[in-house]
């Protein structure tokens, strides 16, 4: 029995068992099985395969777009400068296709990846590469179609989910340590309604693991505990886009709009895609920076880019790795300052559009 009929048959006797207080130690060994299985079946086969065509590409620019879903090639044209191959029916795209959007003057690196087919998590079609990509991605861009209601977003997020991609969801705060010896101690810091210690254990003994410190400090789900112990798990934001909104209702359109982190565009007709870039820098929460050298003007044509929170350091960091070492202090004007400019030190967290002069020893 290979790994994907085992996998059915898991998924199969989950659908059938009810969900009671009776059973819920019999899902939760399931669904701990279901994990591993589907862990082996991402890990590449042991036999070296021939080399196939190059699919991973180098990471560039400040930041990283995933475009998933159902032909989303329009969508990369209209947005950057890259031509992907594309068709108004599905799957056009067969390889990974990289396009550069500039705005706010960070490089957003954007790749077209292959249509994801259903199946693709078990190894059909490029899935399982396709997969890889996105997990190296900041953000996922999933396309839908608006004119086919709920079906795909269902079936790409569960496709996303079966090979340990989070959407918009954040880590469980689990705090777990495999031990040498001693059992396996159990605390929570709240009331437990989905896990309980019998099932924590019985868990952990299908992973092999007798000793552990595990400690909940929120109510999370047995699901949410076999992520913390498989501890592969990607959490990234995902922005749901429905593409080809001239083709519905009004009704409809006001109804996707109003969704939790989604947008409603039309690539056709070119409308609404100025505010999927700024939500899209939203999601990224990147920062602008501009340097300014002493008795000159800043210099805004030229931009550092960096994460949300960095700070003084960070920025010492991009500029020249040893500009840490020799620094004594920085003159910062902008909003993280209570007035400009503001002397500070490393640690100095920095805001969007702040303007730092950084004085060596």
């Known amino acids: 029995m290979g790994i994907l009929e085992k996998i059915s048959e898991i998924e199969k006797e989950i659908a059938r068992t009810q969900k009671n207080k009776a059973t819920e130690y019999h899902l939760g060994l399931l ?5 591993k299985y589907r862990a082996q079946l991402l890990e590449p086969s042991k036999s070296a395969s021939s080399k196939g065509e190059g699919f991973d590409v180098m990471k560039s620019g400040d930041a990283r777009v995933a475009l998933i879903g159902f032909p989303s090639s329009t969508f990369l044209s209209l947005m950057t400068s890259t031509a992907s191959e594309a068709a108004s029916y599905e799957f056009t795209t067969l390889t990974c296709i990289p396009g ?7 490089n957003i690196q954007l790749l077209d990846l292959p249509g994801i ?10 899935g399982r590469q396709v ?12 396309m839908l179609d608006a004119t086919k209601g709920e079906v795909q977003r269902s079936l790409l997020e569960k496709e996303l989910e079966s090979v340990g991609i989070r959407l918009n969801k954040h880590k469980p705060n689990i705090y777990f340590k495999p031990k040498k010896g001693g059992g396996i101690s159990f605390n929570s810091t709240v009331t437990l309604t989905q896990c309980s210690e019998k099932l924590v254990q019985l868990i952990l ?33 995902c922005l749901y886009v ?13 109804r996707l709009a109003r969704k939790p982190n989604s947008v409603v565009i039309s690539c056709g007709m070119k409308l609404n895609l100025d505010y999927l870039l700024e939500m899209l820098w939203e999601y990224l929460a990147l920062t602008c920076i501009y340097t300014k050298k002493r008795g000159q003007r800043p210099d805004f044509t030229d931009a550092i880019i960096l994460r949300k929170g960095a700070s003084v350091e960070h920025v010492c960091h991009r500029i020249h790795r ?21 002397r500070v030190g490393l640690t100095h967290t920095m805001e969007h559009e702040d303007v730092i002069q950084i004085v060596k020893k």
């Not at 669904?31 to 994990?35: E, F, N, P």
């Not at 040893?322 to 503001?342: I, M, R």
Request: aromatic residues 10%; glycine residues 6%; contains cysteine.
């Open 31 to 35: 669904k701990a099985k279901l994990a």
């Open 100 to 106: 550069v959007i500039e705005y706010k003057g960070a």
């Open 131 to 142: 997969i890889a990509v996105a997990r190296t991605a900041d953000v996922i861009i999933m």
């Open 205 to 237: 003994h299908e992973y092999k693991i007798f000793n552990a410190e595990v400690l909940f400090r929120e109510d999370c789900s047995p699901d949410e505990f076999i992520d913390v112990i498989v501890g592969n798990r990607v959490y990234m934001p």
């Open 322 to 342: 040893s500009l840490a070492s020799q620094f004594k202090y920085a003159l910062v004007w902008g909003t993280s300052t209570k007035y400009s400019p503001q």
């Open 242 to 254: 429905y593409n080809k909104i001239d083709q519905i209702s009004m009704e409809e359109v006001d």
């Open 117 to 126: 087919i259903e199946g693709a998590a078990q190894g059909k079609g490029r």
